[in-house]
């Protein structure tokens, strides 16, 4: 660590800069970047075609919080990233965009509430991989704050600080940004849910509009040309059935490609 933040000696004095070190003591900041903590970790399961089917479970704790990082970057990497062969070069092609996953790791370490008794989770499937943080948001932050990146409050500002010197995060605050960010060029987004207790990030497998069918591209246009839609505006449109455009959008909106917003005859649909 002492190469990565430009550090030539490791001592007390080096701790007490990063204030890992504090009144004679360690703090909870310095166990969680030891190699051997007794803090909750990282729990990651590999499904299946369904929630029934476990290929690999992976129990990240004992460790550094900093080797939890890495161990479930690489688990990414293994089952998102493949090479594709083009002529005589290589090209790297990333199912779920790599800064996305990063940046929602980092996000869960630096942002969780360590004083809860639950790991991380992260649950990786064929078409997404959910991260779910135990602690919801800080008092008086909206979730509309905290996806636009307005407001940086930091939980664990120590932990924060270190991350940011290793060159994990950038400037705070702007972790959500660059997921929503990496993801400028397919047609379905990064989901963000909260709750008092737990924050979950939605990575959605990448598409683009040559994978839409036909009818499901011709819908997916209009949103693009319109703000918002109900579905008898929609039927005004397209020479389709009310039942058509209805299995459109629920196929839509299951790859969180569109959003529905309202109920009964004020229910509409967005991007």
Same mark, same amino acid.
């Given at each position: 660590?002492?190469?990565?933040?430009?550090?030539?000696?490791?001592?007390?004095?080096?701790?007490?800069?990063?204030?890992?070190?504090?009144?004679?003591?360690?703090?909870?900041?310095?166990?969680?970047?030891?190699?051997?903590?007794?803090?909750?970790?990282?729990?990651?399961?590999?499904?299946?075609?369904?929630?029934?089917?476990?290929?690999?479970?992976?129990?990240?704790?004992?460790?550094?919080?900093?080797?939890?990082?890495?161990?479930?970057?690489?688990?990414?990497?293994?089952?998102?990233?493949?090479?594709?062969?083009?002529?005589?070069?290589?090209?790297?092609?990333?199912?779920?965009?790599?800064?996305?996953?990063?940046?929602?790791?980092?996000?869960?370490?630096?942002?969780?509430?360590?004083?809860?008794?639950?790991?991380?989770?992260?649950?990786?499937?064929?078409?997404?991989?959910?991260?779910?943080?135990?602690?919801?948001?800080?008092?008086?932050?909206?979730?509309?704050?905290?996806?636009?990146?307005?407001?940086?409050?930091?939980?664990?500002?120590?932990?924060?600080?270190?991350?940011?010197?290793?060159?994990?995060?950038?400037?705070?605050?702007?972790?959500?940004?660059?997921?929503?960010?990496?993801? =400028?060029?397919?047609? =379905?987004?990064?989901?963000?849910?909260?709750?008092?207790?737990?924050?979950?990030?939605?990575?959605?497998?990448?598409?683009?509009?040559?994978?839409?069918?036909?009818?499901?591209?011709?819908?997916? =246009?209009?949103?693009?040309?319109?703000?918002?839609?109900?579905?008898?505006?929609?039927?005004?449109?397209?020479?389709?059935?009310?039942?058509?455009?209805?299995?459109?959008?629920?196929?839509?909106?299951?790859?969180?490609?569109?959003?529905?917003?309202?109920?009964?005859?004020?229910?509409?649909?967005?991007?």
């Amino acid at each position: 660590m002492k190469e990565a933040i430009s550090i030539n000696t490791f001592n007390k004095d080096t701790l007490k800069t990063l204030n890992l070190f504090n009144n004679n003591h360690f703090n909870n900041a310095a166990e969680l970047l030891s190699d051997n903590n007794s803090f909750p970790g990282i729990d990651i399961a590999i499904f299946g075609k369904s929630i029934n089917i476990i290929k690999k479970r992976l129990l990240l704790e004992n460790m550094s919080i900093l080797k939890m990082y890495d161990l479930a970057i690489q688990t990414y990497i293994d089952y998102y990233q493949y090479e594709e062969i083009d002529g005589s070069y290589r090209k790297k092609i990333e199912l779920i965009p790599e800064e996305a996953f990063r940046e929602s790791i980092a996000n869960a370490l630096i942002h969780r509430a360590w004083d809860l008794n639950a790991k991380i989770r992260i649950s990786m499937f064929e078409d997404r991989i959910e991260i779910v943080s135990p602690g919801g948001l800080i008092n008086g932050i909206t979730k509309d704050e905290y996806i636009s990146g307005m407001i940086s409050s930091l939980r664990n500002p120590i932990i924060s600080n270190v991350f940011f010197r290793l060159g994990i995060v950038e400037i705070f605050g702007t972790g959500i940004l660059r997921i929503i960010h990496s993801y =400028n060029e397919s047609i =379905n987004k990064p989901i963000f849910n909260t709750s008092t207790n737990t924050i979950q990030i939605t990575l959605p497998v990448t598409r683009s509009k040559s994978d839409l069918k036909t009818d499901n591209e011709i819908i997916y =246009n209009l949103f693009k040309q319109y703000n918002e839609l109900s579905i008898s505006e929609i039927l005004s449109l397209v020479p389709y059935s009310r039942s058509k455009v209805k299995d459109i959008l629920n196929k839509l909106k299951e790859e969180n490609i569109i959003r529905k917003t309202g109920r009964g005859r004020g229910t509409k649909y967005h991007l």
